[in-house]
């Protein structure tokens, strides 16, 4: 009898055997494209062997005649399901006791029903008792915590992910559902991770937060799938974009410029308006771009300072004075009618050192001297802006001065330098500083040149404890 003590220990048995298989592993679906040139039995068991071969551990195929071939060609568990278009249902993934009954006698060693709280022919319950009746292993595929809970309780080995981002009448997410991933495995059942995983690294991630195995599909088997994405990219990124309304906010000056990739469209200047984040001071910065209106879909501004999301901070008052958590990216979108990235203006420069200048592609790190003293530094292809959005802001360490511990930045930056140069007699400001701008006007103006003050102390007198976190 099915439900003998004996079989029960049996397949209690198989269970084991076959999760312990597929813990921690790769299961490859198998399942063509409908009516693709690879929707037949031969190319879904090519398939299933090569996913074999390459390191699977477990396959997922659709139809009896599939499952039948592949059980029989491969020594990997199956998991097996059949899929229909009903009229009166949204439920596809194996609605009928029949269905059950065939994956069965076909070799399936798991069989998947759709477990979802929907309107369906059979209840999900039935089914699941149906494959136990069996003697073979029950996969729920649901979309939620709670039909998780309910397929648990009528008595489901496995739960998998598949259904989550399909069961609602919104468009399907881009991305798999790793939250649900991580509130499932504390369910303490035997979890797949399905839907959506189509890269290494989202794989890598649902195994992190907390899934026992990962079934990847269109990614693998799909090549209609995988040929519309590269083709996607490729012609994506030949279209000419639309334009980009870039600012860079200093402490002195302020340029706007409308870019496109790697091209200056056109550019303005100004002076940077006094009273930083007053209404006259966003309707200052706004009004550098007014015409551009129409032109650009988005903004991103540049800024001196600590950026923490689009609140804008200062680090040294001494170089730019700034309101408390002041929100720049809402009130600047507002003014501009666009969305408005707000990022530091040194790890601004780094990335455009990364991907456009002299450390194109390579690890690096960025150091300005200008108004202010600011850095960046970018690692593995990814801009470092540290927990509290300050990496690599160099002008942030302390250094010994003769009142104690100061900034590097209040020292050595544009306005630190004419600070000194006022105390020692000579004329000038932060504009006066760096012989380049002085050359570009086309003068020398009040450049002059500084002897260093002998209490500035070498680097080694730097607090090691200061240095900016870059984690």
Sequence with gaps: ???SPRNLCRVQGMIEEIVNRLRGKLIVSCQPVPESPFDNVASVVAYARAAEASGASGLRIEGAANVAATAQASTLPVIGLIKRDLDDSPVRITPFLEDVAALCDAGAAIVAVDATDRRRPVPAAELIGEIKRRGRIAMADISTLAEA?????????IIGTTMSGYTGEGPTPK??????VAHCSRLGSFLIAEGRYNSPQ???EAIRAGADAVVVGSAITRPEHITGW???AVESAAKPSSPVLAFDIGGTKTLAALVRGREILERRVMTTPASVGSESWIGAIASLSADWQGRYQRAAIAVTGRVDGEIWSSLNPETLAIPPDYPLGRRMG??????VEVINDAQAAAWGEYRFGAARGRDMVFLTISSGIGGGIVLGGRLIRGARGIAGSLGQVLVAGPSGFVRLETLASGFGIAKMALEAGHAGDARSVFPQRQRARGGHGAFFWM???NWLPPWRACKRSSIPNVS
């Design 1 to 3: 009898m099915r439900g």
């Design 334 to 339: 507002a003014a501009l009618g666009a969305p």
């Design 149 to 157: 809970r309910n397929a648990l309780a009528a008595g489901a080995d």
């Design 202 to 204: 989202q794989a890598g």
């Design 451 to 453: 002897r260093p003050r």
């Design 230 to 232: 590269f083709r996607d």
């Design 175 to 180: 991305d798999p559902d790793l939250d649900l």
